[in-house]
């Protein structure tokens, strides 16, 4: 059934996006078509919801409660791998990344005081896709590096089979762990991670200089450590970027690979994409939070429903503003919806029309052709560069 002569808006919706997950590894080719149903009635409905799902899947079921069975049956199925479905999908719309450094966000977030969910992400102009999701029974959302280590591997492979090799991975301050800084030196990844106050900052020789909270700034100053080594284990040489940037206590701290300077402030605060992006799940487009499923297993699977719709509807954006279509759908002047609501809005739009949707699946590297509009940016902090050796001296600021 080709998508132009399918009747509605839910069959057209449905076979659009079945022409892309369909060269996911699956068991049952059966499988594909119930996920294709999954993500349609996601998209129509913005509910993360079974029964709101029912009115857009059609099938030969005359009862709801056949259809309701069906989808429950896949989100239980053992045979689903997360993995197998949506890593093909998502290395394809990589494929025509570029040069271009990927920026990676890792994060977790907590469902439902129960499960902590694990997410790697790339950060593409304003909004983060999903790369790698991970459910646990864990009601907190620390975990150890043992249960991040896998994730990341998953994430190392499927840019590997892409090609993709120049990375950059933000992370906060649940997640300063030598071991995983250890394990990021090791791929080849840059890496902007936040620090605890209490960290000890030492010489490369292992001579104790301070913890990070007993470096005072000044409101409005940042110093920058440089060729230090973090906490008993002397582990380094790496790069620290400090700064005070109000009158509060509050300081940032953010250790780098990398020589750090002002701007590293800015390259860590990208970060916070993947937040924006927890909230359009849990409560803003998807609403996973009204989600009645509460096994980790069925959870990971729901998880990637909504992954697959994310990354078809943000690649749907880009297309939409390439083409210069976007202010039929974003009532603004300059671009002030994020790609994934354009592409939302965008689908909407074509599928009253009775246009094609998702007829290509990308995620591009390289500028943002339509860019947010310009917010005034505070102003940076002076700054004070520290070369740390053997010694560890403090400039005041004139």
Same mark, same amino acid.
């Given at each position: 059934?080709?998508?132009?002569?399918?009747?509605?808006?839910?069959?057209?919706?449905?076979?659009?996006?079945?022409?892309?997950?369909?060269?996911?590894?699956?068991?049952?080719?059966?499988?594909?078509?119930?996920?294709?149903?999954?993500?349609?009635?996601?998209?129509?409905?913005?509910?993360?919801?079974?029964?709101?799902?029912?009115?857009?899947?059609?099938?030969?079921?005359?009862?709801?409660?056949?259809?309701?069975?069906?989808?429950?049956?896949?989100?239980?199925?053992?045979?689903?791998?997360?993995?197998?479905?949506?890593?093909?999908?998502?290395?394809?719309?990589?494929?025509?990344?570029?040069?271009?450094?990927?920026?990676?966000?890792?994060?977790?977030?907590?469902?439902?005081?129960?499960?902590?969910?694990?997410?790697?992400?790339?950060?593409?102009?304003?909004?983060?896709?999903?790369?790698?999701?991970?459910?646990?029974?864990?009601?907190?959302?620390?975990?150890?590096?043992?249960?991040?280590?896998?994730?990341?591997?998953?994430?190392?492979?499927?840019?590997?089979?892409?090609?993709?090799?120049?990375?950059?991975?933000?992370?906060?301050?649940?997640?300063?762990?030598?071991?995983?800084?250890?394990?990021?030196?090791?791929?080849?990844?840059?890496?902007?991670?936040?620090?605890?106050?209490?960290?000890?900052?030492? !010489? +490369?020789?292992?001579? /104790? $200089?301070?913890? *990070?909270?007993? %470096?005072?700034?000044?409101?409005?100053? =940042?110093?920058?450590?440089?060729?230090?080594?973090?906490?008993?284990?002397?582990?380094?040489?790496?790069?620290?970027?400090?700064?005070?940037?109000?009158?509060?206590?509050?300081?940032?701290?953010?250790?780098?690979?990398?020589?750090?300077?002002?701007?590293?402030?800015?390259?860590?605060?990208?970060?916070?994409?993947?937040?924006?992006?927890?909230?359009?799940?849990?409560?803003?487009?998807?609403?996973?939070?009204?989600?009645?499923?509460?096994? !980790? +297993?069925?959870?990971? /699977? $729901?998880?990637? *429903?909504?992954? %697959?719709?994310?990354?078809?509807?943000? =690649?749907?954006?880009?297309?939409?503003?390439?083409?210069?279509?976007?202010?039929?759908?974003?009532?603004?002047?300059?671009?002030?919806?994020?790609?994934?609501?354009?592409?939302?809005?965008?689908?909407?739009?074509?599928?009253?029309?009775?246009?094609?949707?998702?007829?290509?699946?990308?995620?591009?590297?390289?500028?943002?052709?339509?860019?947010?509009?310009?917010?005034?940016?505070?102003?940076?902090?002076?700054?004070?560069?520290?070369?740390?050796?053997?010694?560890?001296?403090?400039?005041?600021?004139?």
């Amino acid at each position: 059934m080709k998508t132009k002569n399918a009747a509605g808006d839910a069959p057209r919706l449905y076979q659009a996006v079945l022409t892309h997950i369909q060269h996911g590894l699956w068991n049952d080719v059966r499988n594909a078509h119930t996920l294709a149903w999954m993500v349609t009635g996601l998209v129509l409905s913005g509910r993360s919801s079974i029964p709101a799902w029912l009115p857009y899947i059609h099938s030969r079921a005359t009862f709801a409660q056949s259809s309701e069975r069906r989808v429950r049956r896949w989100l239980e199925n053992p045979a689903i791998d997360p993995t197998s479905i949506y890593g093909p999908l998502v290395t394809r719309a990589l494929r025509d990344w570029g040069s271009q450094t990927l920026i990676l966000a890792l994060d977790t977030s907590v469902l439902f005081e129960k499960f902590c969910l694990i997410r790697v992400s790339v950060l593409f102009r304003g909004r983060a896709v999903p790369l790698v999701s991970r459910v646990l029974e864990h009601p907190s959302a620390q975990v150890s590096t043992d249960h991040l280590l896998p994730v990341l591997a998953e994430v190392k492979g499927l840019l590997d089979f892409v090609g993709i090799h120049q990375v950059r991975l933000l992370a906060d301050r649940g997640f300063c762990d030598t071991q995983l800084m250890a394990w990021l030196g090791v791929c080849g990844w840059h890496y902007r991670i936040r620090i605890k106050s209490n960290l000890i900052l030492a !010489a +490369p020789d292992g001579q /104790r $200089l301070c913890r *990070v909270n007993e %470096v005072q700034l000044a409101p409005r100053e =940042s110093r920058c450590l440089h060729n230090i080594t973090l906490t008993g284990q002397r582990f380094g040489p790496v790069h620290v970027a400090l700064a005070r940037p109000t009158d509060g206590p509050e300081q940032w701290q953010v250790v780098s690979d990398e020589p750090t300077s002002v701007e590293t402030f800015a390259e860590y605060g990208e970060r916070f994409q993947i937040e924006e992006g927890f909230l359009d799940e849990k409560s803003g487009l998807f609403g996973l939070e009204g989600s009645k499923v509460r096994d !980790a +297993p069925s959870l990971e /699977r $729901l998880v990637t *429903v909504l992954a %697959v719709a994310t990354v078809l509807l943000v =690649s749907e954006g880009i297309e939409v503003v390439q083409r210069g279509d976007r202010r039929h759908v974003d009532p603004h002047w300059q671009r002030a919806l994020s790609y994934l609501k354009i592409g939302l809005r965008a689908v909407h739009y074509a599928l009253s029309r009775g246009q094609v949707v998702f007829a290509r699946l990308t995620l591009q590297g390289g500028p943002d052709p339509e860019p947010l509009g310009q917010r005034k940016r505070p102003h940076a902090p002076p700054q004070t560069t520290l070369e740390v050796g053997w010694q560890l001296v403090f400039r005041s600021l004139s």
